[in-house]
């Protein structure tokens, strides 16, 4: 019997129909202008983790970070005021007299007049030359811990116009500060802390280092009590009565990231992650309270008598600390959590918000607005298809199908793994379940998905890609593999290339598969004109971390985790060079270009961005028509749309390029489709050709065994 698979361009997120070595743009639609080198924003919805919050204790007005933005509520009813949407992410807020002061990132200091909470306005902005990280005031005094770059000074006696009175160099990477006296504490990840004499801001002057302290994230003091959380390294106590020379007294066991103490500096309370909030006596540094929270303890802030939890992914806790041994808690905050993976229909806008589930947004006006949200399991990406959403929902999620429409669960599969990644192709989900491989759901009642096979692959599967009958998985530290799936029901493995990296994210555009490679091993390029035998074609290095791909109009666009977003150009393949990039706030998990040109890109803790490129691809009729073709045993299907009306033809050659079959075909306006009988052919590769009434090309590889 003759089987028959395949691999042909798919009509769906790739843009362009013309071979790869054609594709172009097909007009300038604006000339705005650039930023990030080629790359502008159009768009975002930058709310997303809860790492640092503030209280205005006068007003009861809550200054809440929220990934690339601030949410402003009002105690003790948590009623939303006003949001505040910044281009950095938010590490740290502080609000003094009217204003609010921003550690917002690459984006330096920003400070807001917040008088009227429900109308802030920005009114002086600092680009810092580091990572603005924590800010500490002291009297009209305001420290900025900038990262590598050490901390900046300002004087903030006039709180609308910050003046810069000094600066202080680091070892390490300078993350919080505490001062006593004129004495100045800097902790330094890796590096331990520092001590300076600040008696003079604008010429301090280092005291001495102490690094045997290790990885020091936050500090706070208590009379002559230095308290330094390094993490999993616990809570380090020391006495620095003596500045000169501080003397550890004891370590507390914690998971802490940041302390602080009550107002009669009595108690510490210790962000310990995931024990909640523990509390120590700050003169007997005994074990007097713990505090459970709903999600994990990133850090504390105590205001007057209220402290301030933020929780990462899970949102902000307010708890009264009258009676600082047992606090009791005024209200709960959500954040909305992280963002691993977004992408659009055209008009709205689907996002796999991890613990937070999937978020629909409606995007016909300039900005996107979050419409609904639904939880199950941990939701890694989502798969818009033919009226539904599919969701790799994770360990305790797997396949979950929801209505596009109504956004209610249709029905879901327990994959025995952890759901990463998922493509649906016809009548099948296919589910990169981890270590269990990938899971082949047979999806054509959604209500009732039912697993037909599985494929075991031998590394851990991150993301799949379906194009005509192959299914390109990417596996880790096993790099892609290559299965034939012409029968759904029995996967069989016909290729594989190692990939030197992690191979994270995968994107198939016959004659090449494009990984993301983690690991520092960037974008690569896989020839699979013959999928038994594929070889590395060309390669690219990024600067961070690959994690997904997507190739539109003949470039790449990679989610480069900490490297933000890049674009390579690859109309010279092999050489790829880079056209542009974004540098995102935080660590861009994903990437999806729609047939308008509109770069979709998850940025975990910050939401996500909506980014063009200048020479937008503008949407026209001949552009987004198409046909894809799917391989039976002795046939093939052409599933076709099209604007223009006009004869399509269909061309198989033999890899020696002689023509074996042609044939020809009238089509309408519309949808429809064409069968093609495809049993004389003999066993072995050949390449497909399908030209469209409108001139657009569609190539593929098959093979008959």
């Known amino acids: 019997m003759l089987l028959i698979m395949g691999a042909v361009e798919v009509c769906g997120d790739i843009g362009t129909l013309t071979p790869l070595s054609a594709r172009r743009g097909c007009c300038d639609v604006y000339n705005p202008l650039l930023d990030s080198s080629n790359v502008i924003s159009l768009s975002k919805y930058p709310f997303g983790a809860n790492l640092t919050a503030d209280l205005d204790p006068a007003t009861n007005t809550v200054f809440m970070g929220v990934g690339g933005g601030i949410r402003i509520y009002s105690l003790p009813s948590a009623s939303l005021i006003s949001e505040i949407k910044t281009d950095g992410v938010v590490m740290d807020v502080l609000y003094h007299s009217g204003h609010l002061y921003v550690a917002n990132g ?25 990572f603005a990280k924590r800010l500490n005031l002291y009297g009209t005094t305001l420290f900025l811990s900038d990262g590598e770059f050490g901390v900046k000074v300002f004087d ?6 910050p003046t810069l009175v000094g600066a202080i160099s680091v070892m390490g990477d300078a993350s919080g500060v505490a001062l006593n006296g004129n004495v100045l504490y800097v902790a330094e990840v890796s590096s331990g802390f520092s001590v300076y004499d600040v008696s003079d801001l604008s010429s301090p002057s280092l005291i001495t280092r102490v690094t045997s302290a290790g990885s020091v994230l936050n500090l706070s003091l208590s009379g002559n009590r230095l308290f330094a959380s390094t993490g999993t390294g616990g809570t380090k106590v020391y006495d620095v009565s003596t ?71 899970a949102g902000l806790e307010i708890y009264d600390i009258s009676t600082p041994m047992s606090p009791s808690l005024v209200t709960y905050i959500e954040a909305e959590g992280c963002f691993y993976d977004v992408k659009s229909d055209g008009i709205n806008v689907y996002a796999a918000a991890g613990s937070k589930g999937i978020k629909f947004f409606d995007y016909s006006s300039s900005d996107p607005v979050k419409v609904d949200e639904v939880r199950g399991g941990y939701a890694f990406e989502v798969f818009p298809y033919d009226g539904k959403v599919y969701v790799a929902a994770g360990r305790l999620g797997g396949l979950r199908i929801y209505d596009a429409t109504t956004h209610n669960l249709l029905g879901s599969y327990d994959t025995p793994g952890s759901a990463e990644g998922v493509f649906v192709s016809g009548n099948y989900a296919y589910v990169a379940d981890g270590l269990y491989g990938v899971r082949i ?113 003949n470039r790449a666009y990679v989610a480069d985790g900490v490297g933000g977003m890049r674009i390579y150009d690859l109309s010279s393949l092999p050489t790829i060079t880079e056209f542009g990039y974004y540098d995102t706030p935080w660590s861009s998990q994903s990437v999806f270009v729609d047939y308008s040109g509109r770069i979709f890109v998850a940025d975990l803790s910050a939401g996500f961005l909506v980014l063009t490129v200048p020479q937008a691809v503008s949407v026209s009729e001949s552009y ?19 604007s223009v009306p006009g004869r399509a033809t269909v061309s198989v050659y033999s890899k020696d390029g002689r023509r074996v079959l042609h044939t020809s075909f009238k089509l309408r306006k519309g949808t429809g489709s064409k069968t093609l009988d495809l049993s004389s052919l003999a066993k072995g590769i050949y390449y497909v050709k399908v030209r469209m009434p409108s001139g657009n090309v569609k190539t593929g590889v098959l093979i008959a065994r």
């Not at 598969?513 to 060309?538: H, K, N, Q, W």
Request: aromatic share 12%; no cysteine; hydrophobic share 35%.
């Open 441 to 553: 759901i047979d999806v054509s009642d959604p209500t009732s998905p039912t697993e037909v096979a599985y494929y075991d692959s031998p590394g851990q599967a991150h993301r799949v890609f379906v194009e005509g009958n192959l299914l390109y998985v990417a596996d880790g530290s096993e790099g892609l593999r290559i299965v034939d799936v012409s029968d759904p029901t029995s996967p069989v493995e016909i290729g594989a290339y190692n990939t030197p990296g992690t191979a994270m994210g995968v994107f198939a555009l016959f004659p090449y598969v494009f990984l993301a490679d983690g690991g520092a091993s960037g974008l690569r390029v896989i020839d699979v004109s013959d999928p038994t035998s594929p070889y590395e074609y060309a390669h690219y290095m990024t600067p961070g971390e690959a994690k997904d791909v997507k190739v539109f109009a």
């Open 243 to 313: 500045p000169t020379s501080p003397a550890l007294l004891t370590a507390v066991s914690t998971s802490a990231r940041t302390t602080d103490v009550d107002p009669a500096y009595s108690y510490v309370y210790v962000a310990d992650m995931p024990a909640g909030i523990n509390i120590y006596d700050a003169s007997t540094l005994s074990h007097v309270g713990n505090v459970p929270t709903y999600g994990v303890a990133y850090s504390t802030k105590v205001v007057g008598n209220y402290m301030l939890v933020s929780e990462d992914i």
């Open 624 to 642: 987004v028509e198409g046909a894809s073709i799917r391989f039976y045993k002795n046939s093939a299907e052409i599933l076709f749309s099209t």
């Open 156 to 161: 903030v006696s006039s709180p609308g116009s």
């Open 106 to 130: 690459l984006e330096g200091l920003l400070v807001y007049d917040v008088s009227d909470p429900s109308s802030p306005s920005l009114v002086y902005s600092y680009d810092s030359p580091g």
